[in-house]
């Protein structure tokens, strides 16, 4: 069989999506010891909170010994916290995976046995076309191989790294015109019609200015996992609207910088926590309405959960506000420990 050596890929796939794990109120444990900072004080309203994220391996101090809990917490802070939350809700200990070598995706194909057909490294990315419905991947010059099944399974992956996307294929086959330049693959492949196989093939460039931002592995973590894309999503919101550096909104510079407000934090909590228990069936906020109010369900996921509560006598939202440590800590303590949730009457 002749393998279709086309395009190399300077890439990795944060848009492709798998299935995120769903935990349902996973019980953790403590791992590591509190230290006491020395600007937290017992009895406080934030101590117990505090201590709890800590020992959890949730939330660390800003140092050996303090924890500065009226500290605003940031974009890029929430985005590792989120990320350490999912890896504990999975049953992890909350490490954040380090960046793979993403000069080795692979793709893999397999017949409906799971036998090997046909694998491509970094070095052999095959032709691919998206025209049509969903994407079209060339394994074989031959038009019309015999040789390969009618159905295939795709893998799409890094070495070294615990993501995996599985996507189903069905055998096409394509010829040039005789006469017409050809501008689209000669053999055949397999059509990939499910829209989440659609989008790893547009291979999001590899962000190298945030390679060494220290929060990245964080939000490669999540999109990796498939809890969110990174600059459709997480960008998007962070930014208020605006998709990253074309708009003027560099995540290297801004996330750091820019605090975390409320809507932020109920989203991506919302999406790394997994299913929770429903604790107040009818819990609301007067200033967030489905269908009106982005991320909505989110919100009231987590307000009926007992993780949110409001800003306000009235229970308003108020999602633009920003966030300090504690406040932060004590929500995260609500989700790791259902026995601090807030139940309400």
């Not at 295939?152 to 992956?157: E, R």
């Amino acid at each position: 069989m002749k393998r279709i050596l086309g395009i190399i890929l300077t890439a990795v796939f944060l848009s492709a999506l798998s299935i995120p794990c769903g935990a349902v109120d996973t019980e953790t444990t403590t791992s590591r010891d509190y230290p006491g900072f020395s600007d937290v004080a017992e009895g406080s309203a934030s101590y117990e909170a505090i201590k709890l994220c800590y020992e959890r391996g949730l939330m660390n101090g800003t140092s050996d010994s303090a924890f500065n809990p009226q500290g605003k917490l940031t974009v890029a802070q929430l985005v590792v916290l989120a990320a350490r939350l999912y890896d504990l809700q999975c049953g992890g200990d909350g490490t954040v995976p380090a960046l793979p070598d993403y000069g080795q995706p692979y793709l893999r194909f397999y017949d409906e046995d799971g036998n090997k057909l046909i694998f491509f490294t970094m070095e052999e990315i095959p032709a691919y076309n998206t025209a049509g419905e969903g994407v079209f991947i060339g394994v074989s010059n031959e038009v019309d191989d015999p040789a390969l099944p009618e159905t295939c399974t795709l893998q799409v992956g890094y070495e070294g790294y615990n993501w995996v996307g599985h996507y189903e294929g069905v055998k096409e086959s394509h010829q040039g015109t005789p006469g017409v330049m050809n501008h689209g693959p000669i053999g055949t492949g397999y059509r990939f019609a499910d829209p989440k196989a659609a989008s790893f093939t547009k291979f999001v460039p590899f962000p190298i200015h945030l390679e060494d931002a220290w929060w990245y592995p964080a939000a490669f973590y999540l999109a990796s996992e498939g809890v969110m894309n990174f600059d459709g999503e997480l960008v998007y919101r962070a930014s208020n609207g605006n998709n990253g550096d074309d708009s003027g909104y560099n995540p290297l510079t801004r996330f750091s910088k820019d605090n975390a407000t409320r809507a932020l934090f109920a989203w991506l909590v919302d999406l790394t926590a997994g299913k929770l228990e429903t604790v107040n069936e009818t819990a609301s906020a007067p200033d967030v309405v489905v269908g009106e109010t982005r991320d909505a369900e989110s919100i009231l996921r987590l307000y009926q959960a007992g993780v949110l509560t409001g800003v306000d006598a009235a229970g308003n939202f108020g999602g633009d506000r920003e966030l300090t440590r504690a406040q932060a800590a004590i929500m995260m303590a609500r989700v790791l420990e259902p026995s601090l949730r807030v139940r309400t009457a």
